[in-house]
């Protein structure tokens, strides 16, 4: 909860004077080079440990963009027609040109700086309202909602070079039903999820899941030791079909 105030207390102090920079803050967008992807479960509501897993995982990626690389956020729900983007602009920051390229450049870094607390502060706006509005659906469409939101915002100048993913993993769609999910071999998982033509498009990329191992019934327990390792291999062999340059998948 002190993390969701804090979120607060920074939008309250940053977004005052923000608004007129925000047109000139898409400038910045010509120095990225890529696309970080983040997607945010709500088929299951987030207790306090989720948040702060959530909170403090994003920090570190946040701080992985490059001045210019584009941030998009979606949520993911029970239909991935019904996924919303909620996040979408990129760092401000002046790329490194070295002493001469500096003195030549048109980035001022004192702007740049300031434009990146508005960066900031509309992320912590964002999601805030989802931290603290939790909603469930019996259905959880996420290997859709991750390969539509991927072919959506990759571009051929800023590719998707992250994919962030907070969820817990357990599918209960159509293509594969939660019973499935937690029963089958992740092979056969992959199968169906082929036959279906389900495919994120993520070469190059690095994924990282945060928020994994807990099962989605009332208290959250741990997943079973089976079910965990079935359902991470099906997530980890997708995400390399996909071309994934690296995959890491935890709570935290």
Known sequence: MKRLLACGVLLGGVLLGAAPAQAAAEDFCSFGHATAVLLIDRTTAFDATDRSVFLD??????????????????????????????F???????????????????????????QYQGFVGALAASLAALLTKPEETSASD??????????????????????????????????????????????????????????????GAAVRVFGFGRDDTPGRPPLPQDQRRRLEAAWRGWFQAGGAASVEIGFR
Do not use: H, W
């Open 57 to 86: 995982a994003l920090n570190a990626q946040v701080g992985l963009l490059g001045a210019g690389d584009r941030l998009v956020a979606y949520t993911m729900t029970g239909a991935y027609t019904e996924s919303r983007k909620v």
């Open 88 to 114: 979408d602009r990129c760092k401000p920051g002046c790329p490194d040109e070295g002493f001469f390229g500096g003195l030549l450049s048109t980035c001022r870094p004192v702007v740049a700086r300031a």
């Open 142 to 203: 996420l290997f859709r909602t991750v390969a539509e939101a991927t072919r959506a915002s990759a571009t051929p100048t800023q590719p998707v070079r992250q994919l962030i993913l907070f969820s817990d993993l357990i599918e209960n769609s159509p293509v594969l039903s939660e019973r499935d999910a937690k029963r089958l071999p992740a092979a056969e998982i992959l199968k169906r999820l082929d036959a279906a033509g389900l495919r994120a498009d993520i070469a």
